[in-house]
């Protein structure tokens, strides 16, 4: 390990126990959390079935920057070097639509099968896999409703598409020793206003009953649910609104996925997850970046991602969130966007780990704000960037911005050589 930064964080670790804070224990907590990386990023949502068409359900990439994954094989790889570059424990998230079969295969038809590929090589990286069934870019959802359909055909496709992908992240979660949380989204919704906001809620929840009705043990699948608030297309009703997931997540008991662009813009997932933890058991997070609105770009180091980070290491739910990553962009190296976006979700995690909770909380128990805002602010100035540096180092991943290079070199010798 390189001298200085060994010297450096000596000298952090001082300060940090000047404040009671433990800060090799700190690295250990990091490399046990695991963040879920989403293969969607390696190939701009398109998937590996037949004859994929363009995106819909309120999703688009833009940009088309060269290199993108053209087949599994190429984003496993693609992954695999991202995840080199990125400490502690990773897992990734999987859409339906990356499955693997030499003939077509109807979504409703989808089988553990098509995926073995999949956990063979999660088994060679010692990873957990998540899963998500794939409610868009499909004919029957060009009307931009799914499991809400008022055509009983239609809405029963997408029941079965939900009940295969359920056994297929069983599967994983048995395969691998480790559950896989399976989240469902749809993006049901209206451009103009509807006559009738219910009849569709009711389709919809009897639609989500029928998916889980079949059981399976919680050692290897978790269902979880997402809103949203509004989308390309559904500019004016999103049929399962925050409420009405909400309210399906508590009396099912099931997950319920918090993303951090599916909210009013003045709304902040961070301020929803301890509400949330009260009632319901598992909480998934998509942590992702909007700009003005749901435009899922990629994770900055900033309040947001820090408060996140920060509910969970203060309230302690390390087992009942489950962190993924959702954002997709075309225009920049795509490895990049990767590495970028989940080391920052590990970064945050790190200064939440460093923070002196215990007295934070004495403070505010004793009523001493000022205390409490101090320690607060003191506190983002402490030297985490040492212990970064140290963590990365110590797993012989590239310390700072080491990992560019390294990914420039990648793409001249494999993405651009991609037609």
Wanted: hydrophobic share 40%; charged share 25%; with cysteine.
């Amino acid at each position: 390990m390189n001298p200085n930064i060994e010297s450096a964080y000596a000298l952090a670790k001082q300060q940090y126990a000047a404040q009671g804070i433990d800060v090799d224990a700190a690295i250990e907590k990091l490399e046990s959390i695991a963040v879920s990386m989403h293969c969607w990023q390696g190939d701009d949502v398109v998937g590996f079935e037949t004859g994929a068409g363009a995106l819909t359900g309120g999703i688009q990439t833009t940009g088309n920057y060269p290199g993108k994954a053209r087949n599994a094989q190429e984003l496993r790889q693609d992954l695999e070097f991202a995840m080199s570059l990125i400490p502690g424990a990773k897992r990734l998230n999987l859409h339906a639509i990356y499955l693997e079969s030499e003939t077509p295969v109807s979504r409703d038809q989808i089988q553990p099968e098509h995926f073995k590929n999949w956990v063979e090589w999660a088994k060679k990286m010692e990873i957990g896999l998540d899963f998500n069934p794939s409610c868009f870019s499909h004919p029957l959802s060009s009307d931009g409703l799914t499991l809400s359909h008022p055509d009983e055909k239609v809405r029963q496709f997408w029941i079965d598409h939900c009940k295969a992908s359920r056994r297929v992240s069983a599967y994983f979660g048995k395969e691998l020793g480790t559950a896989s949380v399976m989240n469902i989204w749809v993006p049901d919704g209206l451009k103009d206003l509807p006559a009738d906001r219910l009849a569709p809620r009711q389709r919809l929840i009897a639609a989500l009953d029928e998916v889980i009705a079949e059981k399976f043990d919680e050692a290897h699948h978790i269902d979880a649910v997402e809103s949203k608030l509004f989308g390309i297309g559904a500019e004016s009703y999103t049929v399962g609104s925050n409420e009405f997931y909400m309210g399906y997540a508590t009396s099912r008991n099931v997950a319920l996925c918090l993303d951090a662009g599916h909210f009013h813009p003045t709304e902040v997932i961070s301020d929803k997850i301890s509400a949330a933890s009260l009632y319901v058991k598992h909480l998934l997070l998509h942590v992702s970046r909007p700009v003005r609105w749901d435009s899922d770009h990629v994770v900055l180091l900033d309040d947001e991602t820090q408060a996140i980070a920060t509910e969970i290491v203060r309230n302690d739910l390390f087992d009942r969130v489950h962190i993924g990553l959702d954002f997709f962009d075309a225009s920049i190296n795509r490895i990049s966007a990767w590495v970028i976006g989940t080391r920052n979700m590990k970064k945050a995690l790190l200064r939440a780990l460093l923070e002196p909770t215990d007295a934070l909380r004495q403070a505010e128990n004793e009523w001493d704000f000022g205390s409490r805002l101090a320690l607060m602010e003191e506190t983002k100035s402490m030297p985490w960037q040492a212990v970064w540096d140290y963590a990365c180092a110590r797993e012989g991943v590239a310390v700072g911005s080491e990992w560019l290079k390294t990914v420039k070199d990648y793409e001249q010798e494999v993405l651009f050589k991609r037609k």
